[in-house]
Nanobody, 131 residues
Framework: QDLLVESGGGSVQAGESLTLSCAAA????????MAWFRQPPGAEREGVAV???????TYADSVKGRFTISQDAAKKILYLQMNNLKPEDTAVYYC?????????????????????????WGQGTQVSVSA
């Protein structure tokens, strides 16, 4: 059984919006850093946004002001609201989680390797943005 299950991807035109959801029924959000990553076609996976156990959020420069990460701890759902989408946002989007105790410092909050080694990943959801 998957620990993290994403939904909400799709195909949109530039300037439109999408909201991604990640259901994490088995996790206690207060114990985990919850993050969104993406992997564009032919490129490496990269961090998009993270929400720390104290609610602090951090964004990649490329999405600041357009994307918003949030969570509903009671429902155990992580969200990524994406506004003013651009063709360069086209990617497979992944939800990921790592325990607070595994986080070595603020420099690692969107480190792919850390989440791969010590955390959990969803299966991904495709977002395609046309010009």
């Amino acid at each position: 059984q998957d620990l993290l299950v994403e939904s909400g991807g799709g195909s949109v035109q530039a300037g439109e919006s999408l909201t991604l959801s990640c259901a994490a029924a088995a996790l206690i959000f207060s114990d985990y850093y919850m993050a969104w990553f993406r992997q564009p076609p032919g490129a490496e996976r990269e961090g998009v946004a993270v929400i720390e156990t104290d609610g602090t959020t951090t964004y990649a420069d490329s999405v600041k002001g357009r994307f918003t990460i949030s969570q509903d701890a009671a429902k155990k759902i992580l969200y990524l609201q994406m506004n003013n989408l651009k063709p360069e946002d086209t990617a497979v989007y992944y939800c990921a989680a790592v325990q607070d105790a595994r986080m070595p410092g603020s420099w690692a909050t969107m480190d792919v390797g850390l989440y791969t080694t010590h955390g959990f990943w969803g299966q991904g959801t495709q977002v395609s943005v046309s010009a």
